[in-house]
């Protein structure tokens, strides 16, 4: 039954991401920066169904203006599941660029990749954050900075919550919470030494996978004149992710 499960779910997700790649090259260059934003929410719900993840929403989201989400990182699967929500431009790794057909995707989604490995990775990331903001869009970020198992949280980097307090741009910490059968589940974590491939092997054979996403309270409200510095604004996003993702 994983089998089939898998196989025909693969088979599925492959071809809406071979959909996605041409919608990206065949219509992002004459439908405007809201009709790019609109394509990516929905395209990610359908990818999600397709790989059979029921999402459950909790909190109140920030749909307009400016905002940087601060987000707790598990899998592959966050980034779709925040743009269910709004799209969304988020900051990863650069080795996901060179991930097969999700890679090509991630790049022509516009996400913002960092060069850990550079000295001025940070600053040049920074300047893209900013551009985001001033186009009143949201950015993702995982301070994390890799995955974890999603029952407790690594430490913050506080290093990009930077643009976000020059730009007096609202943060608003956001806590994900991964289930299977009903029960809180590692199944879908991205870690270790799993590959790619074993990743989706456990998602797409699964069935009940499930994940809530809780929007918290924001630290920083638009406009701020005296913001706190980033370590304090790093500090207070993940005690309140925390105060979820340890309770649940």
């Known amino acids: 039954m994983k089998v089939t499960r898998f196989t025909l779910?693969?088979?599925?997700?492959?071809?809406?991401?071979?959909?996605?790649?041409?919608?990206?090259?065949l219509t992002y260059p004459w439908i405007g920066l809201s009709g790019r934003l609109w394509a990516k929410k929905y395209w990610s719900k359908i990818l999600l169904a397709l790989c059979g993840v029921r999402v459950t929403q909790r909190g109140t989201p920030i749909l307009q203006g400016g905002v940087l989400w601060v987000v707790n990182h598990i899998s592959w699967l966050d980034i779709f599941v925040l743009n269910c929500v709004?799209?969304?431009?988020?900051?990863?790794?650069s080795e996901i660029r060179h991930w097969p057909l999700i890679g090509w995707l991630a790049a022509g989604a516009g996400t913002i990749f960092i060069e850990r490995a550079s000295r001025h990775a940070v600053h040049k990331v920074g300047h893209a954050m900013q551009a985001h903001f001033a186009r009143e869009q949201a950015v993702g970020l995982f301070p994390e900075g890799t995955t974890s198992s999603g029952f407790d949280l690594l430490p913050f980097y506080a290093n990009?919550?930077?643009p976000a307090r020059k730009a007096a741009t609202r943060i608003q910490p956001v806590a994900l919470l991964y289930f299977h059968q009903e029960r809180r589940s590692d199944?879908?974590?991205?870690?270790?030494?799993?590959?790619l491939l074993e990743s989706l092997w456990c998602v797409l054979s699964s069935s009940g996978l499930s994940i809530e996403i809780h929007f918290l309270p924001t630290l920083l409200?638009?406009?701020a004149e005296s913001p706190p510095p980033r370590t304090v604004l790093s500090r207070l996003a993940r005690e309140a992710i925390a105060a979820v993702v340890r309770c649940v």
């Open 86 to 93: 709004r799209a969304t431009a988020f900051v990863a790794k």
């Open 160 to 162: 990009l919550f930077e």
């Open 187 to 195: 199944l879908a974590a991205f870690v270790g030494e799993q590959t």
């Open 9 to 25: 779910r693969a088979s599925l997700v492959t071809f809406w991401i071979l959909c996605g790649l041409l919608i990206i090259a």
């Open 221 to 223: 409200e638009a406009g």
